[in-house]
């Protein structure tokens, strides 16, 4: 009895020495990812300021940026859990709290394309892999409207990420440094014109995102978000086979299916691709119709 108690406790001991180890290891890996120093010189693009560009800059960034920077620029605290840590949506703007007096052009490409902020660092949860797509022409049109933003204070504090978040990322359960996944090197698509065509719809499902929960052949996926529902198959092998091009548009700007469902803004963002001109969506629908059915 004395003997198997004591072969309990020694089993129990070094099992909670090698939880007590799994711990600091991955909480370290956690730490490098998170301060690894990327040296990106990113490329440079001409930004402009004429009414045009501007007009181009506030629509891209009302689809793209707003759903977590706000429509006015001035951020929001996206993401806040008592057990991981708090990750706010920065200040754009120049006002205080903002980063909109730090940044210089080169850095707002850094952060836009490649995730990377000012100091070398890879950002967390800035969906900067489908950024990469954008145009140095779209790029640079969101890069003036930044530059024109009204300051507005603001301060979100610091991003804050505690041991349990640095450990989930060192185990790579939270999946959220988008530089990682960058090909940093890679030379960029040529964009295509501005038309209703497939091409174009391509491009902007490309910095849409819609791949990273839909999956890379759009024929259904996963996105990493815990709790997320599956993103279904959006080619015609799936629920879209049949959809007419205004069913499309109206799930996109209200959630609700053709068949009545409705998608959760939580976990679809529609209601920022929903802001979307007509033209633009059924570009999209265009380009989802062209696709392979199931991806094959
Ligand atoms: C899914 C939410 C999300 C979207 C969409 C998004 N961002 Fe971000 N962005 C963030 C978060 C969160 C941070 C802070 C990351 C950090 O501090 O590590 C951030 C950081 C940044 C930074 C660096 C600021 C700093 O504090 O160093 C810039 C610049 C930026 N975003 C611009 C944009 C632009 C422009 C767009 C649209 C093209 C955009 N973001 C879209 C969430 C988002
Ligand atoms: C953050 C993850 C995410 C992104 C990004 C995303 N989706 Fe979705 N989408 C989902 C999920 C999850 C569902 C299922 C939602 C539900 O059932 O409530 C869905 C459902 C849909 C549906 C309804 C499909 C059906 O069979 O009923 C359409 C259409 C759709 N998405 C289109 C798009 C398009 C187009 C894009 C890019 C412009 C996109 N989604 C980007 C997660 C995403």
Redesign the pocket.
């Known amino acids: 009895m004395k003997n198997t108690l004591k072969r309990a406790g020694l089993i129990l001991g070094t099992l909670a020495g090698l939880f007590l180890l799994a711990v600091i290891i991955l909480s370290i890996i956690g730490s490098n990812k998170l301060n690894k120093q990327y040296n990106i010189q990113p490329e440079s693009v001409a930004v402009g300021s004429d009414t045009a560009v501007l007009q181009r800059g506030q629509y891209?960034?009302s689809i793209?940026?707003a759903?977590?920077?706000g429509d006015n620029l001035a951020g929001t605290p996206?993401?806040d859990d008592p057990g991981l840590g708090s990750?706010?949506?920065?200040n754009?703007t120049t006002g205080t709290g903002g980063?909109g007096a730090v940044?210089s052009e080169t850095d707002?490409v850094r952060?836009?394309r490649h995730g990377i902020?000012?100091e070398g660092k890879p950002?967390?949860?800035?969906?900067a892999g489908a950024?990469w797509y954008y145009s140095d022409e779209d790029l640079a049109a969101?890069i003036a409207y930044?530059k024109n933003a009204v300051p507005i204070d603001n301060d979100l504090g610091e991003?804050n990420l505690k041991l349990m978040g640095r450990i989930l990322v060192g185990a790579g359960l939270l999946d959220v440094l988008a530089a990682e996944h960058i090909d940093h090197a890679a030379s960029r698509p040529a964009a295509p014109p501005p038309q209703v065509d497939a091409a174009y719809g391509q491009y902007l499902v490309n910095v849409s995102d819609c791949r990273s929960c839909h999956g890379a052949a759009l024929s259904g996926g996963q996105s990493s978000e815990p709790g997320a529902p599956p993103g279904p198959d959006l080619t015609p092998g799936g629920n879209l086979a049949d959809w007419p091009t205004v069913d499309f548009i109206t799930a996109m700007r209200t959630g609700t299916t053709l068949d009545g469902r409705q998608l959760s803004p939580e976990f679809m963002p529609w209601e920022d691709y929903g802001r979307m001109t007509d033209d633009d969506l059924t570009t999209i629908f265009l380009y989802l119709q062209s696709l392979p059915a199931n991806g094959k």
């Open positions: 891209l960034y793209s940026c759903g977590c920077h996206f993401f990750i706010p949506a920065s754009l980063i940044y707002l952060a836009i902020d000012n950002l967390m949860i800035m969906p950024f969101i930044l991003k």
